[in-house]
Structure formats: C-alpha cells, structure tokens
C-alpha cells in the first residue's frame, strides 16, 4: 500500500486505459469514463499522508478484521453496505461485523463491487433512505 501511495506520477493519466485497469479491482460493473477519470484525478492529487491514513483505516480488509470491537459498542443504528463482488472488504465481513450488534444492519448491492453508490447509484440511496426512514427506538423509555 505503500509504494502505490508514494507512487503516483502524473504521467500515469498520459497511459492508454489507465482508468480502466486502474479501477478493474475496485468495480464489478463498468462506470462512466468521467467518474473514472475524476478517481485517477484524487488519486494523482491526494496528500501523501492522508491517503495512506485512508489506506490503512478505510479501505484496508485487516483494518476492517480488527474493528470487531467497535462494530460491538456501537450504540446508534448503523448501515454497513456490501457490493457483493466487493474484493477489498468482502460480503462476509460484513456479515460478521452486523452479527456483532443488533444495531447494525448490513445490506449487499447486488452485481457490484467496492464502489457499489457509483456502480448502482440508484439502489444505494434507495438502501440508504430505507435506512434512513426507519423510525428510532428510544434508547430509554419515556414516562
């Protein structure tokens, strides 16, 4: 992970389908060149020590194994998203990350990837304002 943050030249834009094998291992369905292209453009312009930050507590499979702990305390309804071809967190730490707490809820996208909102943008909001409409049980009750 390293050597892929320090490495970024902009000459790597100039490369013939650059776009394409750079987002292959992220994606399951094929996205619109523009959106590509503005991924390479963050990429290429990221601060060195955030986007290894990033690296290494978002986008990382071990960072996700160790956050069992934290999925488990969490006291407010969360949603974990799943792309169900995701290679870069896969379905089934999802899985085991809401099997944690009654408070989190996992859905899966289906014939999506990592980047399931670009992939199938209209099924992701339409989970996430699911999620959102859902009425809030009281953590306490009220006399």
């Not at 996205?31 to 507590?57: H, K, N, Q, S």
């Amino acid at each position: 992970a390293r050597y892929v943050v320090a490495f970024r030249p902009s000459w790597l834009k100039a490369i013939p389908m650059v776009d394409r094998m750079f987002m292959a291992r992220f994606l399951k369905r094929p996205i619109p060149a523009a959106e590509r292209w503005a991924f390479i453009e963050d990429f290429l312009m990221a601060d060195g020590e955030a986007a290894m930050g990033t690296v290494y507590t978002a986008v990382n499979k071990k960072a996700v194994e160790e956050m069992p702990q934290a999925y488990a305390q969490l006291t407010m309804p969360t949603l974990l998203v799943s792309g169900e071809y995701d290679q870069i967190i896969p379905v089934r730490l999802g899985k085991q990350a809401a099997a944690l707490n009654s408070k989190v809820q996992h859905c899966i996208i289906p014939n999506t990837g990592h980047f399931p909102m670009l992939e199938d943008a209209p099924t992701y909001l339409r989970e996430i304002g699911n999620f959102l409409e859902r009425p809030l049980v009281p953590l306490v009750s009220v006399p």
